[in-house]
């Protein structure tokens, strides 16, 4: 005889992201961190010790945000009407700035709002990775993290200037890998540490040979941004004779670990290589289209490259993300297609990012056997009626705060709107004040 479920969710429609994508009226049973039953409600199912009765609501895998900087809600609502990324950008607060307090703090801001818009896995890469990852982490949502690596002076890049030094590089490598071997695994494996190569022009080529050597002897992914601005095409096109994608090609970093954000910038060739090497692009729909950039994801999608979704910095909903990924691919196209509807905006937040990381056999989709991170949308508000299509409805007019209730292993991290493990007023006040302090040195 099976032992009792641990949780029954029943009376909601469940999107699982499989095959059969749609099922109305689902029971969805938990048990030991999985899902153990998951069929229409009419089917008989075990008993459990406990059960939510969840009519007008909607269940969801948990989103992969495949690349995120928590620590950069610092610069919202200023950023995106700069024109590039704060860390090129004179004027503004840069990471090297805060102290490991204020990065905490900023860091568990960025994070709880990614996880209360559905969330249940961050990629977050900033400077301070050791403060900042047990302050996500305390959240209880999966984190893939590590230190911004680079060996450029990032002092004086946002005046123009790249100058390369081995000390730097060989400081933020000491500290991934010290970071790798303190927290890969830890908390019940909800913890990875990635390898966050800034970019190829904040990495010289000696530096990134060094990187893909002892990323590859630990198996660790690498996430970086690639082609993210005209500058960096022009410079390593002058420095080496190729582009962006070739020379991580060229390096040993162009493989199936290999997490690409942006990709705004790459041509035909460069992205041939991206699908012979199985590499992953990691679409930032919002920030990219925000400042008059679009990359493109048709092409990318039909050469047979893995698609992502992320949203970087300023904001953390997923929601968002998929509808500005599906807008901006169609502007593309011209027109709507059938090879971009709503079912393959959400693919890339959930399946899609789940292969990024390397986790597809285990999240991603809601099936028997898979860990229990789902996601609760509260549906019965108006602009979510009527749901004749539920799946269009999210992805077209849903957002991040309709999200009622987030599990993570099956625990619940969100409930009713607000987090489980932590104090959001707290959160903000805390967060604010950095920022403001941030803000006043700068």
Known sequence: MNAPLDLLLTGAIALTGEANSLIDDAAIGIRDGRIVHLAPACEPCPEARRTLHLPGRLITPGFVNAH???VLVMVRGVAADLGFAPSYTPGVPKGTDATPEEARALARLGAVEALLSGSTLVCDHFVHAEATLDAIAELGLRVH??????????SRVAQGEWRFDAAIGEDLLRRTLDLHDRWHGARDGRIQVQMAAHAPDTCSPGFLRTIAAE???RGMRVNT???QSRVEVERITAATGLSPAALLEETGLLNDRLLATHCLYVDEADIARLARAGAH????PKCNAASGRLAPTPALKAA???????TDTQHG???EAMRWALATARIQQGGVTADWQPADVFRMATLGGARAVGMA???GTLAVGKKADLVVFDTRRPHLRPLVNPLGTLVHTGQGRDVEMVLVDGETLVEDGRPVRADLEQICIEADKAARALWARA
């Open 68 to 70: 995120l900087h928590a």
């Open 304 to 310: 047979g490259v893995n698609l992502a979704l992320c």
């Open 317 to 319: 909903d997923m929601v």
């Open 225 to 227: 941004h690639l082609a």
């Open 215 to 217: 990323a590859s002897a």
């Open 281 to 284: 692009a990691v679409h930032v």
């Open 361 to 363: 056999d285990e999240i």
């Open 145 to 154: 993290a590590g230190w911004r690596v680079h060996d450029v002076d990032f």
